[in-house]
Nanobody
């Protein structure tokens, strides 16, 4: 069993930055592949970014590419999402997810790939 706890959300103005963090329980976190998703009441859960177990393979949604950066610190059981140049449409609840399975191709982007989820942290971007 893995527990994930997100933090770092909050209100921010357009063009601003936020850094989300997700801390995981468990001694085998360094073996997990991780991702961030986001969701609004109007939409299904949407892929944002993913990172493999050792940090050398990253994936981003086109909508956040060149603005968001996913990283991890296995010594701290932590995965981060640095969000820059925030836009109104980035407003959502952001969820951290993890899987012991190594995704391939399109499976990186599917919520069903991930076995463990955090409770989410709200990001609200305003003008």
């Amino acid at each position: 069993q893995v527990q994930l706890v997100e933090s770092g959300g909050g209100p921010v103005q357009t063009g601003g930055s936020l850094r989300l963090s997700c801390v995981a329980s468990g001694r085998t976190f360094s073996k997990y592949n991780v991702a961030w998703f986001r969701q609004t009441p109007e939409k299904e859960r949407e892929f944002v970014a993913a990172l493999n177990w050792n940090g050398d393979r990253k994936h981003y949604a086109d909508s956040v590419k060149d603005r968001f950066i996913i990283s991890r610190d296995n010594a701290k059981n932590m995965v981060n999402l640095q969000m820059n140049l925030l836009k109104l449409e980035d407003t959502a609840a952001y969820y951290c997810a993890a899987t012991a399975f190594l995704p391939d191709g399109q499976t990186w982007y599917s919520a069903s790939t991930y076995d463990w989820w955090g409770q989410g942290t709200q990001v609200t971007v305003s003008s």
